[in-house]
């Protein structure tokens, strides 16, 4: 039998990476990392997910002022401006980062998991070469790869990015300065996050959009809801609208479209990820072809046409999410060594982190008018619960489907405070097959945000019998 020096190699250390990296060693198996950063956590950790989410938290808190529930008048304090909090922001996501990064290593370090540092890419199907920044190439093989490279936004060439005016996700969450206009390139998830969170950091927001809808596929209520509290920020909204060219004039940036020229003092371009292949030499692999939006194809376990090689995370497409590339990471590795945990098949919860938070699980409506399923629809708004009117929240919403013969739960959208968390009551009822009159019954703590799903519930229940 062949011998490799490791049973399990993993290329990336994002959450992909780890989570494959950490099943595997705790199935006893001889695994590591490569990792051509200086830092571990991808993505996720050192650009993306946390840093955004650590800024968001101060922008969230700003908003907050504007609230009328009880807490604008314990945090008002006028002294206290956009640049300062931005400042203090900053500083909070570095030190989140370092905790997270710190936690990972040793966590890594527990599980005996080598960390080897350097940008490898294919010798053969079994072997990869990796080649450290200042070190000397080394050869390592494996019995079985996983490929969590990830990816990085989208910047095409024509785009003059400079990090300073013309920014990407990944430079616009560096910036240490608050610019006071930015136009936002694209109205996917990551664009509407950023844009609502500097809207509430005092920057005026212009969003320009190619679609004639942003995130055309959540739930129509929810998207409305999210569009009245985007024009209470005074975000300008242009649909469908291409771009045409962006250029910089010393301090400020010119958008041309072909409908109008805007003038900004930023501007952010957030079209869509790129994901990271160039640098594994794939052709060293003659069964691995990108898909044509340059991904690698996977079937349902994860595995490319090479068997024994599997791709996980952003690499594999959509829906490029930390939580979903965690779960990949630890289904391929399951899969690989027949672990008993894997193939289950979940339910996937979907967060956007707007101000105000969006997350959903299961169908939509339209989803389900398509496949002529004949439904009901509850609602439970944050502003007739207690706890909504502390929180001053006059706008948040649950919206729950159920199918009307079964009475079973087919869907749950939410917009508002806690949306994110809220949404796992609905994921379990979803992954159990629950009825409205399990969601109904319960008994929830009070005064909470919560109680949203009760009164949903009965309105579905009272539809059901209709
Ligand atoms: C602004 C922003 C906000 C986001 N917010 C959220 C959110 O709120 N929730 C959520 O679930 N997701 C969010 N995401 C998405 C999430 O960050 C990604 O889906 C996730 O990081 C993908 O994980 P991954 O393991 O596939 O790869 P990544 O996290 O991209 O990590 C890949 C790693 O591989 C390394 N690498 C690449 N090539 C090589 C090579 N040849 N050799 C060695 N190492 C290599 C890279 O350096 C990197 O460290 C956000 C993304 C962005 C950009």
Do not use: W
Request: glycine share 8%.
């Amino acid at each position: 039998m062949q011998k490799f020096d490791y049973d399990v190699l993993i290329i990336g250390s994002g959450p992909g990476g780890c989570e494959a990296a950490f099943t595997a060693a705790q199935a006893g198996k001889k695994t590591a990392i490569i990792e051509r950063k200086p830092h571990l956590g991808g993505v996720s950790l050192q650009t993306g997910t946390i840093p955004s989410k650590a800024l968001r938290e101060a922008a969230y808190l700003r908003s907050r002022f504007a609230a009328k529930g009880m807490r604008s008048a314990a945090f008002r304090d006028p002294s206290v401006n956009n640049h300062v909090f931005l400042t203090e922001a900053i500083q909070t996501k570095n030190t989140i980062v370092e905790k997270q990064e710190s936690m990972l290593l040793s966590e890594l370090m527990k599980y005996g998991i080598s960390i080897i540092p350097g940008e490898a890419n294919f010798a053969d199907e079994h072997t990869v070469k990796v080649y450290p920044e200042n070190g000397k190439e080394t050869v390592i093989s494996a019995e079985y790869i996983i490929l969590a490279t990830g990816s990085r936004p989208r910047r095409p060439a024509e785009i003059p990015f400079d990090k300073e005016v013309i920014l990407d996700s990944t430079s616009l969450l560096k910036i240490q300065r608050l610019p006071e206009s930015m136009i936002v390139i694209g109205g996917g998830v990551i664009a509407c996050e950023l844009a609502t969170m500097f809207a509430m950091l005092g920057v005026k927001i212009r969003i320009i959009d190619s679609h004639s809808q942003l995130l055309a596929y959540l739930d129509e209520d929810i998207i409305r809801n999210l569009m009245n509290h985007m024009e209470d920020m005074d975000i300008k909204i242009h649909l469908s609208e291409n771009l045409i060219s962006v250029r910089r004039n010393g301090n400020t940036v010119t958008a041309v479209t072909d409908k109008e020229t805007y003038e900004s003092a930023a501007l952010l371009h957030a079209m869509g990820r790129q994901p990271n292949t160039e640098k594994l030499n794939l052709s060293a692999l003659k069964d691995i072809v990108l898909d044509n939006y340059g991904y690698i194809p996977v079937n349902e376990n994860f595995q490319t046409a090479v068997p024994h090689i599997y791709t996980v995370g952003d690499l594999a497409g959509k829906p490029s999410l930390a939580a979903t590339a965690m779960k990949q990471g630890r289904h391929a590795v399951s899969h690989a060594f027949q672990l008993s945990t894997a193939h289950q098949k979940i339910q996937v919860p979907m967060a956007i982190y707007t101000i105000p938070e969006l997350s959903y699980a299961g169908s939509t409506e339209k989803e389900l008018q398509d496949k002529n399923i004949n439904y009901v629809s509850g609602t439970g708004e944050y502003s007739r619960t207690a706890r909504g009117q502390i929180i001053g929240s006059n706008r948040g919403m649950l919206k729950m489907l159920a199918d009307k013969k079964s009475k079973k739960i087919l869907g749950i959208h939410i917009i508002g405070e806690n949306a994110s968390e809220l949404i796992h009551t609905g994921l379990i009822a979803l992954h159990f097959e629950s009825t409205v009159q399990d969601l109904a019954g319960m008994i929830y703590n009070y005064p909470t945000l919560a109680e949203c799903y009760r009164t949903a519930a009965l309105e579905c229940m009272r539809k059901c019998e209709q």
